[in-house]
């Protein structure tokens, strides 16, 4: 139980991070010039929020190894840790789909006259984006950001369908094993409401922390 | 050093610069003015190429906007610009908003730009308030930081885009005098402006832009007192709140 504890949190953790980055790469595509990166973005966006997240499991672990090259798709499929991985990719890639839609609402929110000031000072386009437009981003979505990447949490749980051991997958076990489902689901369920209201509370100390530049950056959008 | 020949540009259908020709000197302070919607702050905006334009050719300090290998990035960077909106990055201080650009456009490290910001501050009046927010400042000194901002750069050129219309009465004067000592400094400047008071004591020229058109572009002392063209007459009377008459009649 312990194990599926550690494997819970390596999931939640690597996944919210990978799809941090990706769905700010999203975001900024399509918010870009280049048409053919905005619907890039879009196709992916509408491919991974529009299917199922336990769909994106299974396939990551059954159908993606058969699709590689043979010798490749044998070698994962004997990876012991394959699931873990495959778990990793496919919360990842469901998550950035949400996280990049929120990030470019974020995005869209920001006046267009902080551009116009960064790119009259000489600001290159990354740099505009690096130091003026997605610092902005983030502070203003925190909350809903926030709410995704616990959402995101909890989703971890899914992964027992493809056998990753994670909390969900040894609750299981234990019940199957032992009988003593009752103990082992209460005290998976005691864990997973109780990493979700430190995530809840860290989002809130965020918010405090940046509370004067979250103020002025709603105020002067309403200007 | 700013030069526009036969400048034309289109927002759709609508023709919002019709052939604009004007030259500007270095050292040169140009006012424009006239009514709204007519051109004025998309005329000025084509200087740094925030608006593209369609036809004729913008020239900078020697180099054409239009050519496709001109790094319009480094050109940007020799002209600062000064919104009606201030537009301060909301998430940074004072000082932080001064020291972005010099930092990573032109490579100053942390504690050069930090000295040339507090210089700066200095400068506008508000080295007290170098660790402030955006938000905890009044609009006049918001528009201060902002021009120190925009000199943090060094620029050959300033714009002006109508600094004063979002502020009180009361502090508009704070922004003008700041803007009196640039002008005074030889920096070429060109600012749109209904301060016609300021006008008439720091410009070179007046340019009148009504519907995409240049009207008239006269010295201060000729344009408010004995207009050439009746739009800018009926402009000026009303602006001033003085009955004004051209010679004609």
């Given at each position: 139980m312990i194990t599926g504890v550690k494997i819970t949190l390596l999931i939640a953790v690597v996944t919210s991070i990978l799809s941090l980055a990706l769905g700010t790469l999203v975001a900024v595509m399509r918010n870009s010039r280049i048409r053919p990166l905005r619907i890039a973005g879009r196709v992916y966006v509408e491919i991974f929020r529009n299917i199922p997240g336990l769909f994106w499991l299974l396939f990551f672990y059954f159908v993606f190894p058969e699709i590689l090259p043979s010798g490749l798709g044998d070698k994962l499929n004997a990876y012991i840790y394959y699931p873990i991985v495959a778990s990793i990719i496919a919360l990842t890639f469901d998550n950035t789909s949400y996280v990049s839609d929120i990030l470019r609402s974020g995005l869209r929110g920001i006046p267009p006259g902080q551009r116009e000031a960064a790119v009259s000072t000489g600001l290159s386009r990354v740099q505009q984006y690096q130091y003026v437009l997605l610092p902005q981003t983030f502070r203003k979505v925190l909350p809903p950001l926030g709410t995704r990447m616990i959402h995101n949490f909890k989703n971890t749980s899914l992964c027992m369908a493809i056998t990753a051991p994670e909390l969900m997958w040894a609750t299981q076990q234990i019940e199957s094993l032992t009988f003593r489902g009752l103990e082992a689901t209460t005290i998976a369920t005691v864990f997973y409401v109780g990493v979700a209201l430190c995530l809840g509370a860290v989002i809130i100390l965020l918010e405090k922390h940046y509370k004067i530049d979250i103020s002025s950056i709603t105020q002067m959008e309403t200007e | 050093m700013i030069k526009f020949v036969n400048v034309n540009k289109w927002f759709g259908h609508t023709h919002?610069?019709?052939?604009i020709n004007l030259e500007i000197s270095k050292g040169e302070v140009i006012v424009i003015c006239g009514p709204s919607g007519g051109g004025k702050s998309t005329l000025i905006r084509t200087i740094n190429k925030i608006e593209p334009i369609q036809q004729g050719e913008i020239v900078v300090d020697g180099i054409s906007l239009a050519n496709s290998k001109t790094d319009v990035t480094a050109i940007r960077a020799e002209i600062g610009m000064v919104f009606q909106h201030f537009?301060?990055?909301?998430?940074?201080?004072a000082l932080e908003n001064i020291m972005l650009a010099p930092m990573?456009?032109?490579?100053?490290n942390k504690k050069q730009a930090k000295e040339r910001a507090l210089r700066l501050m200095e400068r506008v009046g508000?080295?007290?308030?170098?660790?402030?927010?955006?938000?905890?400042?009044?609009g006049g000194e918001q528009q201060r930081v902002a021009i120190a901002r925009s000199l943090a750069m060094e620029p050959k050129i300033m714009l002006f885009d109508e600094p004063t219309s979002a502020l009180d009465p009361e502090l508009i004067s704070e922004v003008l005098d700041v803007m009196t000592s640039l002008a005074q400094e030889g920096i070429t400047m060109v600012i749109i402006t209904h301060e016609m008071g300021f006008a008439q004591r720091v410009a070179d020229r007046v340019v009148f832009i009504d519907k995409g058109e240049i009207l008239e572009v006269e010295k201060p002392s000729d344009i408010f007192v004995n207009p050439k063209h009746e739009r800018t007459m009926e402009f000026m009377s009303k602006i001033l709140h003085i009955p004004l008459s051209t010679n004609k009649k």
């Open positions: - | 919002v610069l019709k052939n537009n301060l990055y909301p998430h940074k201080t990573r456009v032109r490579g100053l508000l080295a007290d308030k170098s660790d402030m927010y955006p938000i905890q400042l009044s």
